[in-house]
């Protein structure tokens, strides 16, 4: 693996763990809403969610780009009040990825959280446990594998963005050239076929060693309670 | 060990449900028809369903009161709850589910973990997970579970009705042993009359959200105006009664009622072991007076107490013998031809076969 390639990867696997990360206790939060709460506009909520899977990137990174870039209302806020910039940077790569791997988090979860029997936290609770004992020993343990799926189905969708991550941050390298991003550029130059598909095949492997370790990871779970 | 007072209004599906009864030690069996409203009463104890107004107090500590805005959270009752289906922890070990009150519930003065292993007889299953126990296993699990939550009242929500016949039998004794070795009063919902006969200390009678009665078993199994709740063909009356000698020549055993004498046919009686039989009202035949060449060989002498109607072609007659209630069935025309009424002398006649004595229990010492 040249330098360049190195760059490459390091900051794709640094931009889809951080769009994991940051997503997946909001993702949590949705996905208990989605499955347990009781209020209005519970399916606007979910149309919400779901939007980023059906509108094309291209659009989701607009969006992006209007809310969160330098002049964007919350783009502005942001820096202002915490200092954290998201145009053309990295941490926008990894908010466009994230915003892109939502709805893939919040699915599993939501199953997950709905196939866990509320009854289960009933007798927690006659147990003497306490709303946060009950979340960490109870509803926790039960959704672990829907977070899992979550994460490996959010992450796999994460490395691979493109259209929303080139529209809001551009194609930046070692700023905001992702794996995706440098395959397009490469096969855009006249010479860059050969690195272009050494770039393919590490894609591949990445996301072959991420697949067999959530299986590993899932099926240790599954026999734990076997 | 403490009381648990019950006075409470509150919404149980489409009923209002009204109800008003204590629960002192031993068992007190919430009894109904399915939709009762029985599962919604235990709810509203353990803090699970909000009733609309009342008072909930056990062993002296408030649980809710309306007047006074007392709701305290299910987690701070200390009510142990069993419930219909077990509800273990299907990702935890069978021991990690026994002392979940301890680790997860801050429960620290419980009894002895290995009493109560020891007493539900669960030693060597502790390392199992709940999805491989069989279902009298799991509601087993389940009772210890709820012991080992140092409850001060434990609620049972029909806790063999996903069990099989042979299963029941054997998860009974369990229940029984809790009553007897903790003495913390336990509140038993079923529709299931031979468990409440068999369990029951007190009974509550439950019909569409009101509480039609409430009081001692052999009281409420010997009232008359309870025929539909109770059910028509399984009504009988609850007989405490004492084993006095045993014939094993013709396997029959000599039980003393108050001083009138029966005998009883079946295996495995004891002689001075105190017994409750459950004689129903169907089993039960009336003579003006004692017969003599017949094969029945118990003729009690009682005097007819009650007399209702049960149909257009029955009447339910109580009888008093010694202290206790007998119930018989008979048709309207033998009872008219008998000329049968309150006051008067008749011999009740019963088969021997007709006593059930699979209801039978030890009495518990006195206390």
């Known amino acids: ?226 | 060990m403490g009381v648990l007072e019950v006075s409470v209004t509150g919404q149980a599906g489409e009923f209002r449900l009204a109800a008003d009864f204590e629960a002192g030690s031993g068992i007190t069996a919430l009894f109904g028809h399915s939709g009762a409203g029985k599962t919604t009463i235990l709810k509203m104890i353990a803090g699970m369903t909000r009733p609309q107004a009342g008072r909930i107090v056990a062993d002296g500590r408030v649980l809710f009161d309306s007047a006074s805005g007392i709701d305290l959270a299910p987690a701070r009752r200390q009510i142990g709850f069993v419930f219909q289906d077990g509800r273990l922890f299907p990702h935890l070990s069978v021991r990690r589910n026994l002392t979940y009150a301890r680790w997860a519930g801050k429960r620290d003065a419980t009894r002895p973990f290995g009493e109560v292993v020891a007493l539900l007889g669960l030693k060597e299953h502790l390392d199992r997970s709940p999805a491989t126990l069989s279902g009298g296993e799991r509601q087993r699990v389940a009772l210890g579970r709820a012991l080992l939550s140092d409850p001060a009242i434990l609620l049972m929500d029909e806790p063999l009705s996903s069990l099989d016949q042979a299963r029941r039998l054997d998860i009974l004794p369990y229940v029984e042993a809790i009553r007897d070795e903790t003495r913390i009063p336990i509140v038993y919902v079923s529709h299931d009359i031979d468990e409440v006969a068999r369990l029951a200390d007190t009974v509550v009678v439950l019909e569409k959200g009101r509480m039609l009665a409430a009081g001692a078993a052999a009281e409420i199994f010997g009232r008359l105006d309870l025929g539909d709740t109770l059910g028509r063909q399984e009504a009988g009356a609850l007989i405490e009664a004492t084993v006095m000698a045993v014939d094993p020549r013709y396997g029959v055993a000599e039980i003393d009622v108050d001083g009138a004498r029966l005998e009883l046919v079946g295996e495995g009686f004891a002689a001075g072991e105190a017994v409750r039989l459950r004689i129903r009202a169907r089993d039960v035949a009336l003579a003006l007076e004692a017969q003599e060449g017949l094969s029945i060989r118990n003729q009690l002498p009682c005097a007819i107490e009650e007399i209702a109607n049960a149909g257009p072609a029955f009447v339910e007659v109580a009888l008093r013998l010694g202290g206790q209630r007998l119930r018989a069935r008979i048709t309207r025309k033998s009872a008219d031809e008998m000329a049968i009424a309150r006051g008067r002398q008749v011999v009740a006649l019963l088969k021997a076969v007709s006593v059930e004595r699979r209801v039978a229990r030890r009495r518990r010492p006195p206390q």
């Open chain 1, 1 to 226: 693996m040249s330098e360049a390639e190195a760059t490459v990867v390091i900051l794709s696997l640094k931009v889809a763990l951080a769009a994991i990360v940051f997503g997946i206790v909001p993702a949590f939060a949705v996905a208990w809403l989605l499955a347990r709460g009781r209020f209005r506009g519970k399916s606007l909520l979910q149309a919400v969610i779901t939007l980023p899977l059906v509108l094309p990137p291209v659009v989701t990174g607009y969006g992006l780009l209007i809310l969160f870039g330098t002049h964007g209302p919350l783009g502005s806020l942001l820096e202002n009040a915490f200092g954290i910039v998201f145009a053309f940077r990295w941490t926008g790569a990894a908010l466009a990825a994230a915003v892109m791997a939502f709805p893939l988090m919040v699915r599993p979860i939501q199953l997950s959280i709905e196939a866990a029997d509320v009854g289960l936290e009933d007798a927690a609770r006659t147990l003497g446990a306490s709303r946060a004992m009950t979340f960490l020993t109870v509803l926790l343990p039960l959704a672990l594998p829907g977070v899992i799926a979550g994460a490996i189905l959010g992450f796999a969708r994460a490395v691979g963005e493109f259209g929303a991550t080139i529209t809001f941050v551009a194609n930046i390298p070692g700023q905001t050239q992702t794996m995706s991003l440098a395959i397009y550029s490469l096969l855009q130059s006249p010479t860059g076929d050969a690195a272009a598909l050494r770039l393919i095949l590490l894609s591949i492997a990445l996301c072959a060693v991420a697949i067999i370790a959530s299986e590993w990871f899932a099926r240790r779970l599954a026999r734990k309670r076997s």
